[in-house]
């Protein structure tokens, strides 16, 4: 997940009487400004404290300001390359951008169609059912994993779903050798942050599947399934790595709801 988008979830799943809510949205709306600002400028901005931003820059998952004002700096900087639905050069190329995409997408379909691996799937499928929790961590919100997820309650099998990096970090230290986490991850959004999360996970003996849109992503060697799509590494691979969730509950319905 980038530092933008690590804010905005963060954002969006902090209620609005919550002071790091009003505090972000002056954030959002400014975010030109960051750069250039030091961490008693941008208190000043949102009309709070110095203090008050160290704690959110905290809760966010960086080590402290410093941290904090590169991250988001870089985002904003990037941001036409890191958040486009096509490539630039396909920009450049097209000039109906709508048809563009549209090709794209059909032509991820097309290629997600052959490398679906249907007896691996069975296999994540049985590993599910044999767990006695699911954490599912992902990005954005989707709808996916939600109706995995209710699949999974269905049939008495707690699950939950985190999509940010600090609360992934923090369910990862409760898990035991009975849970498995799956992972949804386009390789856009490799970090530190990640990382960290598959060290604890590995370390409290917990199962991991890596689903994600490359081969050549160095947190496949810790996973105990993996699950790998060549897409754009690009926004729009998160189709994919969604159309593989609706496989997966696909499967696991038929094994043991339907």
């Known amino acids: 997940m980038t530092g933008l988008e690590n804010i905005i979830a963060f954002y969006n799943n902090t209620p609005e009487d919550n002071m790091f809510h009003s505090v972000l949205r002056n954030i959002l709306t400014n975010l ?17 404290s110095p203090a008050t931003i160290s704690r959110l820059v905290k809760k966010l998952g960086y080590k402290n300001y410093t941290y904090f004002q590169k991250d988001l700096s870089d985002c904003v900087k990037k941001y036409e390359h890191l958040n486009r639905y096509i490539k630039m050069e396909e920009i450049e190329e097209k000039e109906d951008l709508q048809e563009a995409f549209l090709n794209t997408l059909e032509n991820l379909i097309v290629n997600f169609r052959k490398q679906i691996d249907k007896a691996q799937l069975r296999r994540l499928a049985e590993e599910i059912h044999r767990s006695k929790r699911v954490s599912i961590y992902t990005y954005g919100v989707n709808f996916a994993e939600f109706y995995l997820q209710s699949d999974l309650f269905m049939s008495g099998i707690i699950c939950d779903v985190y999509n940010d990096d600090k609360s992934q970090f923090e369910n990862a230290q409760t898990l035991d050798k009975q849970c498995i986490v799956i992972l949804v991850i386009p390789k856009c959004i490799e970090s530190s942050a990640v990382d960290k999360t598959i060290t604890a996970i590995k370390e409290r003996g917990a199962k991991l599947c890596v689903i994600t849109d490359t081969k050549h992503f160095s947190i496949l060697k810790k996973a105990d399934l993996s699950f790998t799509f060549e897409g754009e590494l690009h926004l729009i691979d998160m189709y994919i790595l969604q159309m593989f969730l609706s496989l997966l509950s696909i499967q696991y319905r038929s094994m043991y709801l339907d």
């Open 32 to 48: 030109d400004k960051v750069e250039n600002y030091n961490i008693y400028d941008l208190a000043n901005m949102c009309f709070t």
